[in-house]
């Protein structure tokens, strides 16, 4: 009880340090702050404590996923995978890495649960389980690419400082560039595992078009991920990507010459809302309509880009409705990054600034197709992560 009498005390003053060096008398902080300190005979220890154990494993997590970008840049996930029990040495040798780092990182690892440690051989594993998440690129479960997204939200934190005084946004092409790859990394595991064998075949008569050779357009395409699949999985077809950020097109241009479909795919820089081309028979927009100014103005571009009986798939984040609905692990992973990325985007591009955010749900969705001409809207398909929806005219 004196140590709480003793912290209410601290919290209630502070010394404030002058320009020149010096310091000036005790004050109060700010009435808010004062306030916010309930009476200690008030605190439940045990709530306090449920609170703080999940406030280090918070933290835990945070400094745990810069190890993460260093296992994936570093190939020491993929070092691992299927290599058996390895000293920290053995690791460093295999990947040309120095030992007392790996080693740390290493234990690290095992403290979080990533890999396994044998007290007896002093000897580390990657679990095959893992190794698919963490060291398969082809893998839907490959999940790296999301600490890296991590990596660009750390970043941009001194500019959203400073967007949360002023209300400014932040333009996807300002973020670091780890962003860029770090989203399509993220993003085309779930593509790889949906896109072309649920989502695109949930959607009424649009295989048959693809396959008898369509008209595809990839709006928000990114660096290119979703438009490569379609292209590689239906070969008649003709696609376009459209992205207003000139480092993502170039990107998936040469991604696209790797992949071996730049004959039948067209990168272009262009906004969401004048992009060029019409008579599409499938206008698609990947986890992005929630990111931009005016969804609107998008939906309505759509409508005069299809052909008369074409279709809008329109892939977003899971979420429902209200609020609550999403308080779980998944909508903590949206709303944080739609707090530093997805709302600051919108912000950023231009009037009416809708800010959509992540976690939009299906009644704000259905809205914003209305708003572009569209009669018709359901739910086509879902994962824990998105939900596809589809819109005719």
């Given amino acids: 009880m004196h140590e709480e009498k003793s912290m209410i005390t601290a919290i209630k003053t502070e010394t404030v340090t002058t320009a020149t060096g ?13 306030v916010a300190a309930p009476p200690p005979a008030m605190i439940d220890s045990e709530k306090l404590n449920q609170f703080l154990g999940q406030v280090v494993g918070d933290l835990g997590s945070a400094m ?52 396994a440690y044998d007290p007896l051989t002093e000897r580390f594993t990657l679990p095959a389980e893992h190794a698919v998440a963490l060291a398969d690129e082809a893998s839907p479960a490959y ?13 941009a934190v001194p500019r959203a400082l400073e967007n949360f005084r002023t209300g400014a946004g932040m333009a996807w092409g300002d973020h670091a560039h780890c962003l860029f790859e770090g989203a399509e990394r993220f993003f085309r595991s779930s593509y790889v595992a949906n896109l072309t064998s649920a989502w695109i075949p949930a959607l009424e008569s649009v295989t048959a078009k693809l396959e008898a050779g369509g008209r595809v357009a990839d709006v928000g395409c990114g660096l290119g991920a979703s438009t490569i699949l379609m292209a590689k999985a239906w070969t008649r077809s003709i696609f376009v990507g459209f992205d207003a950020h000139p480092g993502s097109i170039e990107m998936a241009r040469k991604r696209a010459e790797d992949a071996g479909v730049a004959n039948r795919i067209r990168f272009e820089v262009a906004r969401a809302t004048d992009y060029p081309g019409t008579g599409f028979d499938l206008v698609a927009h ?16 759509v409508r005069q880009s299809l052909a008369p009986d074409g279709v809008w798939m329109i892939v977003e984040p899971a979420a429902g409705d209200r609020v ?3 308080l779980n692990p998944v909508g903590r992973v949206y709303y944080s990054a739609s707090t530093i990325l997805c709302v600051p985007a919108s912000l950023a591009d231009g009037e009416p600034r809708t800010a959509l955010g992540a976690q939009a749900g299906e009644a704000r969705l259905r809205s914003v197709t209305q708003q572009g001409g569209f009669t018709r809207f359901r739910r086509a398909a879902q994962t824990p992560f998105n939900h596809v929806y589809e819109a005719r005219p």
């Fill in 143 to 155: 999940v790296p690419g999301g600490f890296h997204i991590a990596e660009a939200v750390m970043e």
């Fill in 64 to 115: 745990s996923a810069a190890l993460v970008v260093i296992g994936d840049r570093l190939g020491l996930y993929k070092a691992m995978a299927g290599a058996g029990p390895l000293t920290p040495g053995e690791l460093a040798d295999r990947t040309g890495t120095n030992e007392r780092h790996v080693r740390e990182w290493l234990c690290a690892q095992a403290a979080g649960g990533y890999v």
């Fill in 22 to 34: 010096g310091t000036s008398k005790p004050r109060k902080l700010e009435e808010a702050r004062t």
């Fill in 324 to 326: 609550q609905d999403n």
């Fill in 286 to 301: 990947f986890d992005c309509l929630h990111d931009m100014g005016d969804p609107a103005g998008a939906a309505r571009r």
